[in-house]
T-cell receptor
Framework: GDSVTQMEGPVTLSEEAFLTINCTYT??????LFWYVQYPGEGLQLLLK?????DKGSNKGFEATYRKETTSFHLEKGSVQVSDSAVYFC????????????FGRGTSLIVHP | SAVISQKPSRDICQRGTSLTIQCQVD?????MFWYRQQPGQSLTLIAT?????????ESGFVIDKFPISRPNLTFSTLTVSNMSPEDSSIYLC?????????????FGSGTRLTVV
C-alpha cells in the first residue's frame, strides 16, 4: 500500500538557519505530493503541493521538488523564523486511494531566537 | 478554500461517557472525513461521511464506537462512545480543497480530547 516516511524530529534550529525535512514515499500509481503544517493548537493547513514529477511547490518561503527517481519530496527553507515552529506532515494521494491523503508521522520543528 | 468550524476545541471527559464533535463547513461538500491523531502519531482516517448514506469506516474503526451523522451537505458530527483513556487524541474533520481532491484538503482546527 501507499506510505510516507519522514525524518524523525524534533528538528531544532536557530533563527535564520537552513531547514531540510526529508520525505520519501511509496505509492502504487502516480501520486500527488503535499506538505501540511500544524501550528500549536490548530488543525492542519496545506503548505504546498506538487502533482507531477519535477514540479516544485512553494509557499511562504518553503519549497519542495517532486523527485520521481528518488521517490522524494523534501521540504526546504533558506532562513527559518521562530514563527515557523510547528509540526510538518508530508502526504500523498493517488487515484487508487480515491485521492484521500496518506500522511507521514509528522516532523516537529522548533526554531529558537 | 472551504472554512471549517469544529467544536469543541478541547474537552476532558470521564471514561465510559460519550462526546459528540461537530463540524460545520461554509460551503456544500460531497464528502467529509474524520481523522484521529494520537499523541506523537500521524493522522489516521476513521471514516468518510456522505450525505444521505451511512459512513464508510476504515479498518479498525466501527460504527458502534464512532457513530457519524451527516444530515446535510455542510454539517457532520462524530461521536466517541463509551470512552476510555486510549481514546485520548486529537480528532479532526476534513473536506476536499476547492480545486478538487487531488489538490489538497482543508482541515478543521481539531478537538483535543482527554479521557480520565
Amino acid at each position: 500500500g501507499d506510505s510516507v516516511t519522514q525524518m524523525e524530529g524534533p528538528v531544532t534550529l536557530s533563527e535564520e538557519a537552513f531547514l531540510t525535512i526529508n520525505c520519501t514515499y511509496t505509492a502504487t500509481g502516480y501520486p500527488s505530493l503535499f506538505w501540511y503544517v500544524q501550528y500549536p493548537g490548530e488543525g492542519l493547513q496545506l503548505l504546498l503541493k506538487a502533482t507531477k514529477a519535477d514540479d516544485k511547490g512553494s509557499n511562504k518561503g518553503f519549497e519542495a521538488t517532486y523527485r520521481k527517481e528518488t521517490t522524494s519530496f523534501h521540504l526546504e527553507k533558506g532562513s527559518v523564523q521562530v514563527s515557523d515552529s510547528a509540526v510538518y506532515f508530508c502526504a500523498l494521494s493517488t487515484s487508487g486511494g480515491s485521492y484521500i491523503p496518506t500522511f507521514g508521522r509528522g516532523t516537529s520543528l522548533i526554531v529558537h531566537p | 478554500s472551504a472554512v471549517i468550524s469544529q467544536k469543541p476545541s478541547r474537552d476532558i471527559c470521564q471514561r465510559g461517557t460519550s462526546l459528540t464533535i461537530q463540524c460545520q463547513v461554509d460551503s456544500q461538500v460531497t464528502m467529509m472525513f474524520w481523522y484521529r491523531q494520537q499523541p506523537g502519531q500521524s493522522l489516521t482516517l476513521i471514516a468518510t461521511a456522505n450525505q444521505g448514506s451511512e459512513a464508510t469506516y476504515e479498518s479498525g474503526f466501527v460504527i458502534d464506537k464512532f457513530p457519524i451523522s451527516r444530515p446535510n451537505l455542510t454539517f457532520s458530527t462524530l461521536t466517541v462512545s463509551n470512552m476510555s483513556p486510549e481514546d485520548s487524541s486529537i480528532y479532526l474533520c476534513s473536506v476536499e480543497g476547492a480545486q478538487g481532491s487531488n489538490y489538497g484538503y482543508t482541515f478543521g482546527s481539531g478537538t483535543r480530547l482527554t479521557v480520565v
